[in-house]
T-cell receptor
């Protein structure tokens, strides 16, 4: 069975701090895909990144970076120099090949205070 | 930029009533999905739809739920007899057929909030 665990329910930081959101997954698939989505207070779901299981290179996009480690089944997300606009719920998600179903973690609510 | 659109944005209904939520997926996408998010909780998979049939569904998607693609553009979710616990945000999503492995990268609509009284 597939499972995504986001152990951090809520994180509160002060603007300009770095923050890391943890994601641990379980799957029996050898090929799978990992995602992060952002859900701002307005409620929509915004795609941030996709990683496939064969690509363990870390990725950086502006202030965002992702650390994929297959050995620990983790796909952590770091925001550098956080800003108030980063305040949102962040979901980690997982799907398998031919993945008709994407499983979401419970989400981590990030509060960034000015 | 193409997007998934959903209507209505908010619907209030009485328990026991039928509700239809509508979605227009991105036009060249072939995989369609409904997800549900009860307030403050996780996003839960309901159903996926491909080639005019359900490809996978969750335990939540019981006989009270049905999906349909009545024409070339709309994708609907029907709840036959709503219960209080059906109150949630319902997200429609679609994914790209050019993505041969169907990695499941989902393009979400903005959601339809259903309130059952």
């Amino acid at each position: 069975a597939q499972k995504v665990t986001q152990a951090q329910t809520e994180i509160s930081v002060v603007e300009k701090e770095d923050v890391t959101l943890d994601c641990v997954y379980e799957t029996r698939d050898t090929t799978y895909y990992l995602f992060w989505y952002k859900q701002p207070p307005s409620g929509e779901l915004v795609f941030l990144i996709r990683r496939n299981s064969f690509d363990e290179q870390n990725e950086i996009s502006g202030r965002y970076s992702w650390n994929f480690q297959k050995s620990t089944s983790s796909f952590n997300f770091t925001i550098t120099a956080s800003q108030v606009v980063d305040s949102a719920v962040y979901f980690c998600a997982l799907s398998g090949t031919g993945g008709f179903k994407t499983i979401f973690g419970a989400g981590t609510r990030l509060f960034v205070k000015a | 930029e193409p997007e998934v659109t959903q209507t209505p944005s908010h619907q209030v209904t009485q328990m026991g009533q039928e509700v239809i939520l509508r979605c227009v997926p991105i036009s060249n996408h072939l995989y369609f999905y409904w997800y549900r998010q009860i307030l403050g909780q996780k996003v839960e998979f309901l159903v996926s739809f491909y080639n005019n049939e359900i490809s996978e569904k969750s335990e939540i998607f019981d006989d009270q739920f049905s999906v349909e693609r009545p024409d070339g553009s709309n994708f609907t979710l029907k709840i036959r007899s709503t219960k209080l616990e059906d109150s949630a945000m319902y997200f429609c999503a679609s994914s790209d057929p050019g993505d041969r492995e169907n990695t499941g990268e989902l393009f979400f609509g903005e959601g339809s909030r259903l309130t059952v009284l």
